[in-house]
């Protein structure tokens, strides 16, 4: 599958799992400065168990050496109603030109902010129609169970909720380019085949199988539905951005490979 080289990405991480405001600055990364203007730069980003990132992918006028065009996608959304949107207001980041919103898997701490993010995106352009891309297990009904046998429900993503705040939907098991065909740029992998036997998914993960107004737990590991993104950077490579890369590294490395040639 044809992944046209793009001359820039910019990853801007806007939940993780910890943050330092101490860490400084290297070859690849731009941190929020502990120091602004002779005073201590406060409020500092908050850090939460999930994940999301703002993925700009650009290319420039070889002509002119300036920037010809970008796109922007949100790749998850993080564990909280609000800890994304306000890690981008410090940042100084607004959600208006972003064209999408991709989901990595469908656990709770990867999509618990859609909703606000999403009413974010609404009260700025009350018309606008929002995109979001998954995989359709990402609506699944989820439980883990313990070693132990403790066990607990996970929230689930509500389609329908999503459905009624005007989202355009997009669910795909297999691999898909944004921001369209003819502009292949950023690439979503869908399904992750799973060779490695030492990469093992999830193991204590359950799907709900409802009937006869029973709950049945069937044993669910594999979260089919993790995905990563991908990019040809032009004279560097494959740049590859997983959230908990669940198929495991090493299987999403190899069909990142496999997929773009």
Same mark, same amino acid.
């Given at each position: ?32 400065? *502990? ?78 902010? *859609? ?10 352009? $009350? ?50 380019? *944004? $921001?369209?065909?003819?502009? $292949? ?36 590991? *594999? ?39």
């Amino acid at each position: 599958m044809s992944l046209q080289e793009i001359d820039e990405v910019t990853i801007t991480v806007l939940m993780d799992n910890s943050t330092d405001l101490l860490l400084t600055n290297s070859e690849h990364a731009i941190r929020t400065p *502990l120091i602004l203007k002779e005073r201590i730069n406060l409020p500092p980003p908050i850090a939460e168990h999930g994940f999301s990132a703002l993925v700009n992918v650009i290319k420039y006028d070889r002509n002119k050496n300036t920037e010809a065009n970008n796109h922007s996608f949100l790749f998850d959304t993080g564990v909280s109603e609000n800890g994304v949107i306000y890690n981008a207001n410090i940042f100084g980041i607004d959600f208006d030109h972003i064209e999408g919103i991709i989901l990595s898997h469908g656990h709770f701490d990867h999509f618990t902010g *859609l909703v606000n993010i999403i009413n974010t995106i609404h009260s700025r352009r $009350p018309d606008s129609i929002v995109s979001l891309y998954t995989h359709p297990d990402a609506f699944l009904k989820r439980w883990i169970i313990l070693p132990n046998g403790t066990r607990a429900k996970m929230p689930a993503l509500d389609e329908k909720q999503l459905q009624e705040m005007k989202v355009r939907i997009h669910t795909n098991t297999g691999v898909r380019l *944004l $921001p369209s065909d003819q502009l $292949p740029w950023l690439l979503i992998t869908g399904e992750i085949p799973r060779e490695k036997h030492f990469e093992k998914g999830f193991p204590i993960q359950y799907v709900e199988n409802s009937s006869n107004n029973e709950i049945d737990l069937i044993p669910d590991p *594999l979260v089919k539905d993790d995905q990563a993104l991908v990019v040809n950077v032009r004279n560097k490579g494959l740049v590859i951005l997983t959230a908990c890369g669940h198929s495991g590294i090493i299987n999403t490395i190899n069909y990142a490979k496999k997929v773009t040639g």
